[in-house]
């Protein structure tokens, strides 16, 4: 199929502007596109009259236009995390036999707004629309650790560390401390933290804005799963985060 020229080289105009070239005078483009200025004038004026281009006032330079804003916020508000994450859950539930989940923030709680149930699982306690304490958890962990740290501090004041187990972290510098190793490990655990005799792991589902919008968790139980298994689910379980996030929109 012939590629119609004209649209390609609007492309490419589009293409030349990224987080560090913002602005490029009308010279700048010509040089870069390899066309002569009156070409890329007229295109510019093309991308100008459908809002695609921009221009500042103040030095002439050319800038993307309020349209690409407004059509990707179309693209970005028509994902459905849930539908997107469904054959990861499904993939992950199959490949290891365990219960998968898919969960969100809400407040000083996680949500689970998803679950596929595993095969060789006999893990009951979670159910869809069921809430879930942070700093228990591993998929509360994931939710909590990548947001800025006055988030967190917003989230965490007057936050009750509720004992579960005898594994739960009951206290904020040690809960601050694990969410730092969250971050820098790219992943969560909860080693019979949240019910004894289970262990989860989770990692997180990032989105177009580089901001964690869900977590993805494997659900285990110690006397069934040793540590080398475990092991092979957490890498099954990074893929599929990693593969879902550039799913909705992330990128490194």
């Given at each position: 199929m012939?590629?119609?020229?004209?649209?390609?080289?609007?492309?490419?105009?589009?293409?030349?502007?990224?987080e560090?070239?913002?602005?490029?005078?009308?010279?700048?483009i010509?040089?870069?596109m390899?066309?002569?200025?009156?070409?890329?004038?007229?295109?510019?004026?093309t991308?100008?009259?459908?809002?695609?281009?921009?221009q500042?006032?103040?030095?002439?330079k050319?800038?993307?236009?309020?349209k690409?804003?407004?059509?990707?916020?179309?693209?970005?508000?028509?994902?459905?995390i849930?539908?997107?994450?469904?054959?990861?859950?499904?993939?992950?539930?199959?490949?290891?036999?365990?219960?998968?989940?898919?969960?969100?923030l809400d407040?000083?709680?996680g949500?689970?707004?998803?679950k596929v149930?595993g095969?060789?699982?006999?893990?009951r306690?979670?159910?869809?629309?069921r809430?879930?304490?942070?700093?228990?958890?591993a998929?509360?962990?994931?939710?909590?650790?990548?947001?800025?740290?006055?988030?967190?501090?917003?989230?965490?004041?007057g936050?009750?560390?509720?004992q579960?187990?005898a594994?739960?972290?009951?206290?904020?510098?040690?809960?601050?401390?694990?969410l730092?190793?969250?971050?820098?490990?790219?992943?969560?655990v909860?080693n019979q933290?949240?019910e004894p005799g289970?262990?989860?792991?989770?990692?997180?589902?990032r989105?177009?804005?580089n901001?964690?919008q869900?977590?993805?968790?494997?659900?285990?139980?110690?006397?069934?799963?040793?540590?080398?298994?475990?092991?092979?689910?957490l890498a099954?379980?990074?893929?599929?985060?990693q593969?879902?996030?550039?799913q909705?929109g992330?990128?490194?």
């Amino acid at each position: 199929m012939p590629i119609i020229q004209s649209v390609d080289r609007a492309l490419r105009i589009l293409d030349l502007f990224d987080e560090h070239t913002t602005e490029l005078k009308i010279t700048d483009i010509s040089e870069l596109m390899g066309l002569h200025k009156s070409t890329v004038h007229s295109l510019l004026k093309t991308l100008q009259e459908h809002r695609y281009i921009g221009q500042n006032p103040e030095n002439g330079k050319y800038k993307l236009g309020m349209k690409l804003f407004e059509r990707g916020n179309y693209v970005i508000s028509s994902i459905d995390i849930m539908q997107m994450a469904k054959k990861y859950l499904l993939d992950l539930s199959i490949k290891t036999g365990q219960t998968t989940h898919l969960v969100i923030l809400d407040e000083k709680e996680g949500v689970y707004i998803d679950k596929v149930e595993g095969s060789m699982a006999v893990i009951r306690y979670s159910r869809i629309g069921r809430r879930i304490p942070l700093h228990s958890s591993a998929v509360g962990k994931i939710l909590l650790a990548f947001l800025d740290t006055r988030e967190i501090e917003r989230i965490l004041q007057g936050y009750v560390y509720t004992q579960q187990t005898a594994n739960t972290i009951t206290h904020k510098v040690e809960f601050m401390q694990e969410l730092k190793n969250v971050r820098t490990q790219g992943y969560a655990v909860d080693n019979q933290e949240n019910e004894p005799g289970v262990r989860c792991i989770a990692v997180p589902v990032r989105n177009h804005s580089n901001q964690v919008q869900a977590a993805i968790s494997i659900s285990t139980l110690v006397s069934r799963i040793n540590n080398q298994e475990l092991d092979e689910y957490l890498a099954l379980l990074k893929g599929a985060g990693q593969e879902l996030s550039e799913q909705m929109g992330y990128s490194l």
